[in-house]
C-alpha cells in the first residue's frame, strides 16, 4: 500500500525531526533571489559547515528561497503551513521535516524577508552564502550601470556591516544610549574626567559623530572611493549624475549565517560517527 509507506515514512521523519530537534544548528546558509521587481532572501540552518555544503541542502534551500519570492505569507509562521510548491500535498513544514530525516542533522529555517519594488533590487552573495544581501534604490533609470551601483552598494553592505541606511533612521533613544556610555567612559578616565564640561560635550558629539558615521550606510567612506574620502551618499550621487537620473538607496537587509545563535564547538571525528549514527 503506497499511501500507507508514505504515512510511515512521514511519521517516522516527524519522530527522527523531534529527536533532533533540540540540536543546535548554527551553521547553514543565505540564499538570495531576484525576480522582475521582487526579491527575497532566506538563511537556512544546519548543525555543520559539512552539511552546508551538501547539494541536498544547498537544493533544498535554493527551493525554499524560491518559494519564498512568489509567496503571501507574512511571517514564517504562515510560510511553513503554506503547500509546499514542489509537492502542494505537502506543507513547506512537512518538506522541512523529511529533509531533517533524510540529511540527518537538525535544520531550521530560521528568517526570511521579501522585497517588493517599483525602482531596482539587487543582491549580493558573499562567502559562498555567509552573507547575503538585498539592496532597494528608488529611481527613475534602470540600467547596467545603476545595477552595478547597487551591486557594489551590497557589497559594501556586506563587508562593512552598517546598521542603518542614513542617520534619520538612528532613533533619539539610541543616541541617548551612546551618550550615557561615552559620558561614563570619560568620567572613568582620569585625565578627560578633568576637562571642563564644555569640552567633554565637544569630545561626546565628535565621538557620536564619527559612531553615525560608522553605521550608517550612506555616511560610511565608500571602500572603492579613489580619493579614500568619498561617501556612500557622494558615489551614488555621482552615478545618478552621471545616468541622468534620480537615485534613493531606499533600504537594504543583511544576512550573516548564524548571527547572534549560539555556536557549538566538535571535532570532525565525533562529527563524522554522528553522521553514521544518524
Known amino acids: 500500500d503506497m499511501d500507507a509507506a508514505v504515512e510511515f515514512l512521514r511519521k517516522n ?33 544546519s548543525e555543520t559547515d559539512f552539511v552546508a555544503k551538501n547539494d541536498e541542502f544547498q537544493g533544498f534551500v535554493e527551493t525554499v528561497v524560491n518559494q519564498i519570492v512568489d509567496s503571501e505569507a507574512a ?4 510560510f ?36 517588493v519594488t517599483d525602482g531596482c533590487v539587487v543582491s549580493y552573495i558573499h ?19 545603476v545595477k552595478e551601483m547597487a551591486k557594489n552598494v551590497a557589497m559594501q553592505i556586506a563587508a562593512l556591516k552598517p546598521q542603518y541606511t542614513s542617520d534619520k533612521e538612528v532613533s ?15 568620567q572613568n578616565d582620569p585625565k578627560e574626567s578633568q576637562k571642563p564640561a ?17 553605521i550608517c550606510l550612506l555616511d560610511q567612506t565608500y571602500v572603492k572611493a579613489e580619493d579614500g574620502k568619498q561617501s556612500v551618499a557622494k558615489y551614488v550621487e555621482q552615478v545618478a549624475k552621471e545616468n541622468g537620473a534620480k537615485i534613493q538607496i531606499k533600504g537594504f537587509v543583511r544576512y550573516e549565517t548564524g548571527d547572534g545563535l549560539e555556536k557549538k564547538e566538535e571535532n570532525f571525528a565525533e562529527e563524522v560517527a554522528k553522521q553514521m549514527n544518524a
Open 13 to 45: 521523519g516527524q519522530a527522527k525531526a523531534e529527536k533532533k530537534a533540540g540540536r543546535i544548528a548554527a551553521e547553514g546558509i543565505v540564499k538570495t533571489v531576484v525576480k522582475d521587481n521582487k526579491a527575497a532572501i532566506v538563511e537556512v540552518n
Open 75 to 78: 511571517d514564517m509562521d504562515a
Open 80 to 115: 511553513m503551513a503554506e503547500a509546499w510548491a514542489a509537492d502542494t500535498t505537502k506543507t513547506v513544514k512537512d518538506a522541512l521535516v523529511e529533509k531533517i530525516a533524510v540529511i540527518g542533522e537538525n535544520l531550521n529555517i530560521r528568517r526570511f524577508e521579501k522585497v
Open 127 to 145: 562567502g559562498g552564502g555567509r552573507i547575503g544581501v538585498l539592496v532597494e534604490a528608488e529611481t527613475d533609470v534602470v540600467n547596467d550601470a
Open 172 to 186: 533619539a533613544d539610541y543616541i541617548e544610549h551612546e551618550k550615557e556610555i561615552l559620558m561614563a567612559q570619560i
Open 198 to 214: 564644555k569640552v567633554i560635550e565637544g569630545m561626546i558629539t565628535g565621538r557620536i559623530k564619527k559612531e553615525l558615521k560608522e
